[in-house]
């Protein structure tokens, strides 16, 4: 499975940008979809997943109501709808896809088995 992000670039503190995950490969079939995101010089950070059902989603606690994650199946697409953004989700996201069925430790990288080449994301204040 091959993971490409798009919809990164340069926006003003408290506007908003539109990621998308597109798969390509082995897609006859929905995966768990994570979305990770690295600062320079700071660890890669779960920031929102999508079970592969659709029917569960999880965010870190920085971006609880201001990120909504959501599966497009007509374009095989997962995306991250960022709200008012702030300088501090400046960073490279990722997203990423795991294979299992499970529900458990999607908040963790160890978790996913395919990996996107990431977007910047940068936010001016």
């Known amino acids: 499975v091959q993971l490409v992000e798009s919809g990164g670039g340069l926006v003003q503190a408290g506007g908003s940008l539109r990621l998308s995950c597109a798969a390509a490969?082995?897609?006859?079939?929905?995966?768990?979809i994570g979305w990770f995101r690295q600062a320079p010089g700071r660890e890669r950070e779960f920031v929102a997943a999508l079970t592969w059902s659709g029917g569960s989603e999880y965010y870190t606690d920085s971006v609880k109501g201001r990120f909504t994650v959501s599966r497009d199946n007509a374009k095989k697409t997962v995306n991250l709808q960022m709200n008012n953004l702030k300088p501090e989700d400046t960073a490279v996201y990722y997203c990423?896809?795991?294979?299992?069925?499970?529900?458990?430790?999607?908040?963790?990288?160890?978790?996913?088995?395919?990996w996107g080449q990431g977007t910047q994301v940068t936010v001016s204040s």
């Open positions: 490969g082995r897609t006859s079939r929905n995966y768990n």
């Open positions: 990423a896809a795991d294979e299992s069925f499970s529900v458990l430790g999607l908040k963790s990288i160890d978790t996913y088995d395919y």
